[in-house]
């Protein structure tokens, strides 16, 4: 056996966009759910809403999305979260699908990444062709948007 030969097996429940490694994925929920946070330091700690400490302490907030997909290049659900450029590109995709009568969550969508770090830059489009993705399949549970998500 080799370095080659190994099987890497990922841990993370969420979906990683690297440069070079496209992955087609599959909405599984019908709405994303919605969360702020704040940097502090390093860290992203959850907004709290009106009783965040943060914010009281001029922190600005980001707004972040999380949905349940399917990959079809691992065979497994993730929780992929996303800011407001990628959420506009999924508006924008839905929005031109639905002239078509295609609902968003029955097309595949192919995530590229290029740079990485702050430079990272992703990007969504539609596949014209997609796969079928496995029936019944065990979703990742979100809490409510105040409730933490570990990022």
């Known amino acids: 056996m080799s370095y080659a030969d190994h099987a890497i097996i990922k841990n993370s429940i969420f979906l990683k966009i690297d440069q070079g490694n496209p992955q087609t994925i599959r909405l599984l929920d019908g709405d994303p759910t919605e969360q702020f ?3 502090i330091g390093e860290k992203l700690e959850a907004c709290k809403g009106e009783m965040c400490g943060y914010c009281d302490n001029g922190h600005s907030k980001q707004q972040r999305f999380v949905t349940n ?6 065979q497994k659900v993730y929780l992929w ?3 407001p450029g990628i959420a506009e590109e999924l508006k924008q995709i839905a929005l031109a699908l639905e002239k078509d009568e295609i609902d968003i969550l029955n097309t595949d969508l192919e995530i590229t990444a290029k740079g990485s770090g702050l430079q990272k830059k992703t990007k969504v489009q539609p596949r014209l062709k997609s796969q079928e993705v496995p029936k019944p399949l065990k979703l990742i549970r979100i809490g409510p948007k105040e409730e933490e998500i570990p990022f």
């Not at 997909?69 to 691992?74: E, G, I, L």
């Open 37 to 39: 946070q704040h940097k």
């Open 69 to 74: 997909v399917w990959s079809h290049n691992d």
């Open 81 to 83: 979260s996303y800011g």
